[in-house]
């Protein structure tokens, strides 16, 4: 992911880094074993975060535990972080479906069990829908269209 001249990439192991885009100098860097039991799902880290008003979000940790997470897109800090599931394999994305007009934007990532809507400035849950699959593989990046959220899976 390419924002505002910074390149953020999110490893197959969960290392989350942000690189100054023109120079490819490393400007911060976050691995997450001292914070997470393990810190990519069973098969590897295989979404990609997205930058929000300042916000990089990414869904760290492990199958079992694990955070829907944003940093300060410049400097790493952490911003707030939603540890009600670890995450799945899909990308989260920004939706605004009737959202406040005091939030930017709401993220909607699969975490491993659910479809979940957070608050994509402060990271509070808004709805979330259970959605398994045989080997709880929720891996198809949710789309949206229009007023409809689209997601699918394996089964």
Not at 65 to 77: E, I, K, P, S, Y
Request: charged letters at 15%.
């Amino acid at each position: 992911m390419v924002s505002k001249g910074r390149l953020y990439t999110f490893g197959i192991s969960g290392v989350l880094s942000c690189f100054d885009a023109t120079t490819e100098k490393l400007e911060w860097r976050k691995e997450f074993s001292g914070q997470f039991k393990e810190t990519w799902p069973a098969f590897g880290t295989a979404m990609s975060p997205i930058v929000d008003h300042g916000l990089l979000i990414a869904h760290v940790g492990g199958d079992d535990n694990g955070a829907l997470t944003a940093f300060d897109a410049g400097t790493g800090a952490e911003k707030w972080s939603w540890k009600g599931e670890g995450p799945a394999y899909a990308s989260p994305i920004l939706v605004d479906l009737g959202g406040a007009p005091l939030d930017p934007g709401r993220s909607s990532p699969q975490s491993r069990k659910n479809l979940v809507g957070v608050s994509a400035s402060t990271g509070e849950l808004l709805w979330q829908i259970p959605f398994t699959t045989n080997h709880n593989q929720n891996i198809v990046t949710p789309l949206l269209y229009q007023q409809t959220l689209i997601f699918s899976g394996l089964g």
